[in-house]
């Protein structure tokens, strides 16, 4: 069955840096996009972008370029997200999902990991 | 980009029907698709393609299609399709739009 796994809960200060993961198995890895979705306290889900881990190809929504950097690691079948100085307004749950994108399926996120929350409080 | 627009809540007895819209303008080009988030849990997908259903998702789900509107239709509502519902689609830049999210109560 196809999983993605990702790291565990978050505290951290304002300004610190932060590297979350996300770990994908039971399927080929590199073949699928993988996407970060952020979820606020009681908000709706928001799309940061999207990585190929095959080539890297990395794609962010305008909301989210240049706030974060989000990778992949073809060779151990894991993403990342990360940031280089956390804000407290970065406190929420963070989602990989993996995103099949062809005629079959549309343009959907089929797979979810089971999130990660981050609180970011001084 | 753009806004899918969703009702706050939606009350539905046990064994009635919830219907709950997704508009915009968008939706007349683009597909949409829906997914179930309860308390505590990852999202799960429920409606792909405005109207498919993945496989392990109850019969009782199911998804239409009208103009700028997505509808996500449960018909027979058990308490345990208590959660938010939230649709999702694309544009024309290849990002992606959720909506703004139902709950969904069973009373």
């Known amino acids: 069955e196809v999983q993605l796994v990702q790291s565990g809960a978050e505290v951290k200060k304002p300004g610190e840096s932060l590297k979350i993961y996300c770990k994908g198995s039971?399927?080929?890895?590199?073949?699928?996009?993988i996407a970060w979705v952020r979820q606020m306290p009681g908000k709706s889900l928001e799309w940061m972008g999207i990585?190929?881990?095959?080539?890297?190809?990395?794609r962010y929504s305008p909301s989210f370029q240049g706030q974060v950097t989000i990778s992949a690691d073809k060779s151990i079948s894991t993403a990342y997200l990360q940031w280089a100085r956390l804000e407290a307004s970065d406190t929420a749950i963070y989602y990989c999902?993996?995103?099949?994108?062809?005629?079959?399926?549309?343009?959907?996120?089929?797979?979810w990991g089971q999130g990660t929350l981050v609180t970011v409080s001084s | 980009s753009y806004e899918l627009t969703q009702p706050p809540s939606v009350s539905v007895s046990p064994g009635q029907t919830a219907r709950i819209t997704c508009s915009a303008d968008?939706?007349?080009?683009?597909?949409g698709y829906w997914y179930q988030q309860k308390p505590g849990q990852a999202p799960v997908l429920v409606i792909y393609?405005?109207?498919e259903r993945p496989s392990g998702i109850p019969e009782r789900f199911s998804g239409s299609s009208s103009g700028t509107t997505v509808t996500l239709t449960i018909s027979g509502v058990q308490a345990e399709d208590e959660a938010d519902y939230y649709c999702?689609?694309?544009?024309?830049?290849?990002?992606?739009?959720f909506g703004t999210g139902t709950k969904v109560t069973v009373l």
């Open positions: 999902a993996r995103f099949q994108g062809d005629e079959q399926k549309g343009e959907v996120f089929d797979y």
């Open positions: 039971a399927y080929n890895f590199a073949n699928y996009w």
């Open positions: 990585v190929y881990p095959g080539d890297s190809d990395t």
């Open positions: 968008a939706l007349s080009k683009q597909y």
């Open positions: 393609k405005d109207i």
């Open positions: 999702q689609s694309a544009d024309s830049s290849n990002n992606y739009v």
